[in-house]
């Protein structure tokens, strides 16, 4: 009985792994190592709007890429040893 529920649990997943693929898709998985106060603040930010980690992980850099709130791009013209 259990063998029988685990098999159908896997075959559910693998089903779902493959139907929710989108052949279309650009996205890619990425790996990165994050400060444990960062991840807890990321983990507020998504438990305070209800979405995934992932998520927030995802709208942070399409915001970076665009420029919006990016400390980096604002102070690009400075660099360490140029005052």
């Known amino acids: 009985m259990l063998d029988i529920t685990l098999m159908q649990c896997a075959a559910k997943v693998a089903n779902h792994m493959t139907s929710s693929r989108n052949p279309d898709s650009r996205k890619r998985r990425v790996t990165a190592l994050l400060e444990e106060e960062q991840i807890t603040e990321l983990e507020a930010i ?21 420029g919006q709130r990016s400390p980096l791009r604002a102070s690009a013209d400075v660099r360490p040893g140029s005052d």
């Not at 998520?55 to 399409?62: E, K």
């Open 46 to 66: 998504a438990d305070r709007n209800r979405v995934s980690l992932a998520w927030v992980v995802r709208d942070a850099v399409a915001a970076y890429l665009t």
